[in-house]
Each structure stands twice: as structure tokens, then as C-alpha cells.
């Protein structure tokens, strides 16, 4: 059974940062590129980076590029996504996925 | 980026009513291998995001065949043949032939 377990979501205040991990299991990890996606309370899904099956590239929209960052680690079969000069707006449960298969999300509160 | 135009936003039927859901994209979803990255998926109330769909038409495992995908080049659909109570929710198409992976903006199906 594939697994995408989501962690290190919080109440943070503006401008801090926060460090996002998923552990991954049921699943040749190092085949598939892996994303993160957001969805802020009661709107869609937003892409907000990914990563080849390598960790050799990456990808971010304009609104994270710069202050996120995605990342690997293939023989703990990990992806992170560390988060710096955090928003209001870049409040949002966080889920980790290959598409084909989805974490349950952790909830990142960017408020004072 | 490629930009996925859904429609309708809402709907809303009647048990066992048959129901289409359009999704459009701004460029051509053919990849140079011959494939087409062209998925759906169901968000459920409170749940994560689910694959319904991939590869335009390939009906994921344990995914009920009321549930149809179809379509080619920039214009697909996804049809539910006699919605259930349990179908409710928000369904987005999402394409990954071209990075950035991109969204619909989601269609809400609602139940009569």
C-alpha cells in the first residue's frame, strides 16, 4: 500500500520559516518525480514545486520561487520542502504527491 | 504555462442522473513519447485530492467504471454514468505533459 505521510505543519509567525517532510513507502521512491501542492482554507489546489526522480532539478511558480525549497533525500525515501519569509498568504494544508497517489496534508498557519 | 480552463464551475444532479465535465487546455497535452498527462481527480469533503483518471482515459484501480475519461489534444471530459451520494465534491483536472504541473480550477458537484 502506498504511503505519503505529511509532517512539520504549525502556526508560524510571518517572514519565519518552516520545514515540510513526507516519508514515502509502498513505492520505488527514486522512479518518480515528486511535488508539493497547497490548497489555502475553501479554494483549489495551487502547484507549488517539484522535483525530479534524481533531485537533479527543480521546479517553483513565481509565488514561492526564491523562498521555497524542494528537496530529497532517495535513501530515506523523503521529500521535504523547506519554507523561508513565510506569508499570510502561504497559509494552507500542504500535500505531498506524485498525482497518483496523495499524502492527508499538514496545515501551515502563517499569522501573527 | 499551460493553463486548464473547467467547466462548469458547480453542478448539481439527481441520483442516478449522468453528468460531464469539461476540461480545456491552453496548448496541446500530447507529450513527444505518444502520451498524453492529462488525469482527474476527486476531492470528498474533508479528504485529500484522489485519482480518478489518468492518461485521459485509464480508469485508476478500485475506481468505479460509472466514471469515464476521454478526450485528446486540448480538449478532454470526464463523465459520471449515474451519479452517487458518494460522488459529491470538487473535481479537478491536472495535467503533467508539460512542467509546471497545472490545475483546473475545479468543478463542485452537488447533489439534489
Known amino acids: 500500500e502506498v504511503q505519503l505521510v505529511e509532517t512539520g505543519g504549525g502556526l508560524v509567525q510571518p517572514g519565519r520559516s518552516l520545514k515540510l517532510s513526507c516519508v514515502a513507502s509502498g513505492f520505488t521512491f527514486n522512479n518518480y518525480w515528486m511535488s508539493w501542492t497547497r490548497q489555502a482554507p475553501g479554494k483549489g489546489l495551487e502547484w507549488v514545486a517539484s522535483?525530479?526522480?534524481?533531485?537533479?532539478?527543480?521546479y517553483y511558480p513565481d509565488s514561492v520561487k526564491g523562498r521555497f525549497t524542494i528537496s530529497r533525500d532517495n535513501a530515506q525515501n523523503t521529500l521535504y520542502l523547506q519554507m523561508n519569509s513565510l506569508r499570510s498568504e502561504d497559509t494552507a494544508t500542504y500535500y505531498c504527491?506524485?498525482?497518483?497517489?496523495w499524502g492527508q496534508g499538514t496545515l501551515v498557519t502563517v499569522s501573527s | 504555462d499551460v493553463v486548464l480552463t473547467q467547466t462548469p464551475p458547480t453542478l448539481s444532479a439527481t441520483i442516478g442522473q449522468s453528468v460531464s465535465i469539461s476540461c480545456r487546455s491552453s496548448q496541446s497535452l500530447l507529450h513527444s513519447n505518444g502520451n498524453t498527462y492529462l488525469n482527474w481527480l476527486l476531492q470528498r469533503p474533508g479528504q485529500p485530492p484522489q485519482l480518478l483518471i489518468y492518461?485521459?482515459?485509464r480508469l485508476e484501480s478500485g475506481v468505479p467504471n460509472r466514471f469515464s475519461g476521454s478526450g485528446s489534444g486540448t480538449d478532454f471530459t470526464l463523465k459520471i454514468s449515474g451519479v452517487e451520494a458518494e460522488d459529491l465534491g470538487v473535481y479537478y483536472c491536472?495535467?503533467?505533459?508539460?512542467?509546471?504541473?497545472?490545475f483546473g480550477s475545479g468543478t463542485k458537484l452537488e447533489i439534489k
Open positions: 504527491t506524485r498525482i497518483r497517489d
Open positions: 522535483i525530479t526522480n534524481s533531485g537533479g532539478s527543480t
Open positions: 492518461l485521459v482515459s
Open positions: 491536472v495535467q503533467s505533459t508539460h512542467a509546471p504541473l497545472t
